[in-house]
């Protein structure tokens, strides 16, 4: 599985300097990662992604952990357990081209949200600040992180619907996607999906991931609020779309 083409190291190339990028901020981005992975492992894409946004998780979270706190990760956790749980069980009872394009449908419907918000915040943001909202958000992100690894954009929309700044809003999702990514590993390892081979793989792209961090970071720090919630909601309308419509 892993013995690759030039061509396909350097997709692979590719999928991990997205990886640090999408980390750093820019979740939407997170979709290349995910169709290039697809295309070189299939459905054991899960698995050999995942180690590698541990280690952009394990970057990011000390580069940010001064923005954000806790409160907010826990109101996620729970419901996202329960989604990621659902997710894993499915996983190989689902047909493959069928959770893809419902977890885009879903970013798509979240997306309109936001539109809804940025035009009518006064019909909007009652429900915005809702539990079953907040719950509803956390089910949906830990199914789309178990069979697709495509939680950033659900996670993303959803705290920018609370009015987060963008880098509370990046310190909160290195706390969740830290904790919810070290939680999934000893699924995919349980299923086969993350190995001693597809490990040893991640290794040699560990110095590309910190580069896409470092990438991802400075393209921050040079975007301000309002134009990250503009590239933020143009993501996950591209990456939606791609997830409903091509997969």
Sequence with gaps: MFDLSVVQWVMA???????GISKAG??????IQVYLMTE??????????????IVADL??????????????????????????????????????GLAKPLIGGIILLMAALQLVRKNRPEAFQPFAESRSY????????????????????VFQLFLLSRNIPKFELIGIGARFFL?????????????????G???????????????????????????????FERLVLIFALLAGGKLLLFS
């Design 13 to 19: 190339v590719l999928a991990a300097l997205s990886v």
């Design 26 to 31: 820019f979740s939407g981005v997170g979709i």
């Design 40 to 53: 070189l492992f299939g459905i054991h894409q899960v698995g050999v992604l995942l180690p590698m946004l």
């Design 59 to 96: 970057i990011v979270f000390p580069a940010y952990r001064k923005h954000g706190s806790w409160p907010p990760v826990w109101t996620l956790l729970w419901p996202a357990l329960v989604g990621m749980l659902a997710g894993f069980y499915l996983l190989g009872k689902m047909p493959e």
């Design 134 to 153: 907040g719950a509803g958000a956390g089910v949906v992100a830990g199914f789309a992180t178990a069979v697709a690894n495509a939680a950033g954009p």
């Design 179 to 195: 904790l919810i990514n070290l939680i999934k590993l000893p699924f995919t390892g349980g299923l086969g999906l993350t190995t």
């Design 197 to 227: 081979e597809s490990l040893l793989f991640n290794l040699k792209l560990v110095p590309v991931i910190f580069l896409g961090v470092v990438v991802g970071k400075w393209l921050l720090e040079r975007v301000s609020q309002k134009w």
